[in-house]
T-cell receptor, first 111, second 114 residues
């Protein structure tokens, strides 16, 4: 059973701080990794994708990938209350291009 | 259309009834997924269609669940003899397919089985 693991949280950070979200995956052959944000009562929306080892930055968001450790992370700099949501880690498996999601980490940013 | 369209947005049914949920993907997207999300939970993979290939049905929880995709576009998820544990939001997503894999989600169909 291919799995994606996340700490369910909640993770609480003060406004302006860095929020760090982590994810591990079991399929060593996976090549595509994603972070989705889901506001309460809404559908998930893609915020970052990463395919190569290292860091990828987009505005206040940085995704980090370490394939050797099977670890993906998302850093949110200068966190805002509007960042309060559930963050879903998703991994595309090497077999049938199926995308598997973690259970999500709930983030609260306190004003 | 501009986005993934799902219908109905809300469905309340009685235990034992059959329900059909519809998904109209983004035009040109060859891959389509169905996921289920119970309250406060993550996304549970149900089924995946890619072009004309046989669908990956490995996530369907029982034989009461089935799905089809006609003409490589619209998909219907059917749940027969619904049970209370089927109550959830059913999310459809489409993608261009291939290795990139970014999914675009519809607003979901909230199913409540009484």
């Amino acid at each position: 059973q291919k799995e994606v693991e996340q700490n369910s949280g909640p993770l609480s950070v003060p406004e302006g701080a860095i929020a760090s979200l982590n994810c591990t995956y079991s399929d060593r052959g996976s090549q595509s990794f994603f972070w989705y944000r889901q506001y309460s009562g809404k559908s998930p929306e893609l915020i970052m994708s990463i395919y190569s080892n290292g860091d990828k930055e987009d505005g206040r968001f940085t995704a980090q990938l370490n394939k050797a450790s099977q670890y993906v992370s998302l850093l949110i700099r200068d966190s805002q209350p509007s960042d309060s949501a559930t963050y879903l880690c998703a991994v595309k498996d090497t077999g049938g291009f199926k995308t598997i999601f973690g259970a999500g980490t709930r983030l609260f940013v306190k004003a | 259309g501009a986005g993934v369209s799902q219908s109905p947005s809300n469905k309340v049914t009685e235990k034992g009834k059959d329900v059909e949920l519809r998904c109209d993907p983004i035009s040109g997207h060859t891959a389509l997924y169905w996921y289920r999300q119970s309250l406060g939970q993550g996304l549970e993979f149900l089924i995946y269609f890619q072009g004309n290939s046989a669908p990956d049905k490995s996530g369907l929880p029982s034989d009461r669940f089935s799905a089809e995709r006609t003409g490589g576009s619209v998909s219907t998820l059917t749940i027969q003899r619904t049970q209370q544990e089927d109550s959830a939001v059913y999310l459809c997503a489409s993608t261009l397919g291939g290795a990139s894999g970014e999914l675009f989600f519809g607003e979901g169909s909230r199913l409540t089985v009484l």
